[in-house]
């Protein structure tokens, strides 16, 4: 494209090719401003450079001048342009003009644009990422401290007491429990913990938490659920899910002091959603979507791509831990989908978008066996690295009448089990531990002895290959931190029904 101008920016010229890319006659572009046609961010990028043009063309130096900007089209919007103009003298050195000759660049630019869009979001993923595998592992570690602290406080609980001690020992405890919400809180947020998958409807959740979202907002707040018209069913953990939607319902109830409205709209949508085109690669998976839509004080910009990180809260010092959205963030991602936020102009939305289910898989429970003691006289082999934690866990089941065998790794433990295999009756085993792990120690043992059953624990499930197992052979879950009676009532049920389990964190 090649056009000429005054000094003062009349045009004299173009080429068709320009009257193509701008969408105007030649008597139109004649008539137009050529200034008010560059877009108000780009503007001072041409008034800058044609200063220079003017300061050199009076120094008598004859350059060229690169630049980029935004014009006008006819219909309204901005396509990008790269110019080279210069200033070009008539024959008898007086009269001068502008001559420019320039490209469309818009689709350069609208690729330039999702590149440092991508490179912005790769960056906050791998931010998120690397956080989540801090707060994985120091929730792991803290998880093992609290099995410590629990135990031995309960333990001294059991014991002769006076009543000031007693409730000393009782505070202690209340605040352990504080503290395993939390590591549970961290877990959800770094994709570090077993779900129960199941075939799920979305829209029977959703309604099945009304009365309880009722109690959590205020009352002059009017919470509306709209539904799909058919069944919404996706793969999830009934219990993580709701712990979703409960959490971004308090995070939009605290973004309208003043009451107003809150929605949860629920719906269905395919891989051509711009949201889901954008960020996944299964082009043939449906989505269903879930809104909760506040008409709240709203989220600054800047902000936004922060909400979703650890430890940070808009709310007043004292009035949020910054876990909220973050939990949210981990629990969907475990599940494949994807959440995000849009500010409106009158509120927010946060969208969760979960790949609906391609088979309907209910959850198979174990038959749970009549208890008659938590006590016994068997034999257990305890696997466990963390010295603390198979201390106390020693002392919970020998108080108990139990006998025990201790291994502080996987090699320890398959050199007790070759010496008193005829005597173990259960095997209390990490999951994750140096020298050989749970699930290598199990399969190996497997290979001469099929009858021995298992109680598998562990901080936390650090990836697939290492956590797989537990469903793989179909084995039950007791979370870490626990209690002495959750451990003797689990440990006596595997020995009562022959029945495998696993206890993890």
Request: charged letters at 25%; glycine letters at 8%.
């Amino acid at each position: 494209m090649v056009f000429t101008l005054t000094l003062d920016l009349k045009t004299i010229y173009c080429s068709p090719s320009v009257l193509q890319q701008r969408g105007y006659t030649a008597e139109e572009v004649l008539e137009l401003d050529v200034l008010s046609s560059i877009s108000p961010e780009t503007r001072h990028v041409v008034t800058t450079t044609l200063e220079q043009a003017f300061k050199d063309m009076e120094a008598g130096i004859d350059r060229v001048y690169p630049l980029e900007y935004e014009i006008s089209h006819k219909n309204g919007h901005y396509v990008w342009i790269e110019t080279r103009v210069t200033i070009v003298h008539g024959s008898d050195g007086n009269d001068a003009c502008l001559l420019g000759v320039s490209r469309d660049i818009t689709e350069r630019k609208r690729a330039e644009q999702a590149n440092r869009e991508l490179e912005t979001q790769i960056r906050h993923i791998q931010r998120i990422e690397s956080v989540g595998q801090l707060a994985g592992g120091i929730a792991h570690d803290f998880n093992n401290i609290l099995v410590a602290i629990m135990g031995y406080t309960e333990l001294s609980l059991n014991s002769e007491l006076n009543e000031e001690v007693r409730q000393n020992l009782q505070g202690v405890m209340s605040s352990a429990l504080r503290a395993s919400k939390l590591t549970g809180q961290l877990l959800a947020f770094s994709r570090r913990q077993m779900f129960n998958l199941q075939s799920i409807n979305l829209n029977e959740l959703v309604l099945k938490l009304e009365g309880m979202l009722g109690r959590l907002i205020r009352e002059d707040i009017d919470l509306t659920i709209t539904t799909t018209n058919e069944d919404n069913y996706i793969d999830g953990d009934s219990g993580q899910l709701e712990q979703v939607i409960v959490n971004l319902v308090v995070n939009a109830r605290d973004s309208m002091p003043d009451g107003g409205q809150l929605n949860i709209i629920l719906d269905r949508v395919g891989p051509d959603d711009e949201f889901i085109h954008q960020q996944s690669d299964h082009l043939d998976v449906n989505y269903s979507r879930l809104v909760v839509r506040d008409y709240g004080i709203g989220i600054p910009t800047d902000k936004i791509e922060l909400l979703f990180e650890p430890f940070f809260t808009t709310k007043l010092e004292g009035t949020g831990t910054g876990l909220g959205l973050s939990v949210v963030y981990g629990i969907v991602t475990q599940h494949r989908g994807y959440v995000t936020a849009y500010q409106r102009e009158d509120g927010t939305d946060f969208v969760v978008y979960l790949p609906e289910a391609t088979e309907r898989v209910q959850a198979s429970p174990h038959p749970k066996s009549r208890v008659l003691s938590h006590r016994g006289t068997e034999t257990i082999l305890i696997v466990e690295d963390d010295e603390p934690v198979r201390a106390v866990v020693s002392r919970m089941l020998e108080g108990a009448g139990y006998h025990l065998l201790l291994a502080k790794d996987g090699l320890d433990a398959l050199r007790l089990f070759d010496q008193h295999r005829k005597d173990i009756g259960l095997i209390l085993m990490d999951v994750v531990m140096p020298k050989m792990n749970g699930k290598d120690v199990m399969l190996k043992i497997r290979e001469t002895d099929t009858t021995v059953p298992f109680l598998f624990s562990s901080g936390y499930f650090y990836d697939a290959q290492q956590s797989d197992f537990i469903n793989e052979y179909d084995l039950e879950l007791l979370k870490k931190p626990y209690k002495q009676e959750a451990l003797l009532e689990r440990v006596r049920r595997i020995l009562d029904s022959g029945v495998e389990v696993s206890a993890a964190d």
